[in-house]
């Protein structure tokens, strides 16, 4: 099946930093890949729709500011964590839609000090 | 937009027994309705899907059923087996859209 690479798989950084993830679609075109955050023992989150070559559609409650997703090829988008904080640890979980079936990239884990 | 609900929350059976997970949804658009296996740390893996224009799927000890008039579908694993504890996850989607995940279904076998 398709692959979703994403990384870092793991990340420790200090309040007020930003970071940076990313996610690949390595054998096929994502026209559209999804980002979920997943708190412990809890369900997938959607966060945002990233459409290659225009802006994320945002959920409800969530700040674009704050999350900032890039989607500039056909094969990657990032999200960029802007200025954590320690309720921003979670598990980020991007995913790409092939022609029905949804591919999961590996998450990350956030931590932030 | 979509709305699925999953339950039980947290299911025990004893190895060998069958577990039987449901969800319900409430946009009559989606049409596709995968479920996935999640353990811990690790992402979400695809277990069996059903579209639609179908009622039952079968796929060795997994099956799954949807009721396109009552919005419900369910999956059924049957000859349980220690290997099979994970978090189970219900979605819903129509074609082209985002998947709407269910809250989850943490299933335990025990030996």
């Known amino acids: 099946g398709a692959v979703v690479s994403q990384h870092p798989s793991w990340v420790i950084c200090k309040s007020g930093t930003s970071v940076k993830i990313e996610c690949r679609s390595l054998?096929?075109?994502?026209?559209?890949m999804f980002w979920y955050r997943q708190f412990p023992k809890q369900s997938l989150m959607l966060m945002a729709t990233s459409n290659e070559g225009s802006k994320a559609t945002y959920e409800q409650g969530v700040e674009k500011d704050k999350f900032l997703i890039n989607h500039a090829s056909l094969t990657l988008s990032t999200l960029t964590v802007t200025s954590a904080h320690p309720e921003d640890s979670s598990f980020y979980i991007c995913?790409?839609?092939?022609?029905?079936?949804?591919?999961f990239g590996q998450g990350t884990r956030l931590t932030v000090v | 937009g979509e709305n699925v609900e999953q339950h039980p929350s947290t299911l025990s059976v004893q190895e060998g027994d069958s577990a039987v997970i449901k969800c319900t949804y409430s946009d009559s658009a989606s049409n596709y309705f995968p479920w996935y296996k999640q353990e811990l740390g690790k992402r979400p893996q695809l277990i069996i899907d059903i579209r639609s224009n179908v009622g039952e799927k079968k796929d060795q000890r997994i099956a799954v059923t949807l009721n396109k008039t009552a919005k419900h579908f369910s999956l059924h694993i049957t000859e349980t087996q220690p290997e099979d504890s994970a978090v189970y996850f219900c979605a819903a989607s129509n074609t082209g859209n985002q998947f709407y995940f269910g809250t989850g279904t943490s299933l335990t076998v025990i030996p």
């Open positions: 995913s790409g839609r092939g022609e029905t079936e949804a591919f």
């Open positions: 054998d096929f075109q994502a026209t559209t």
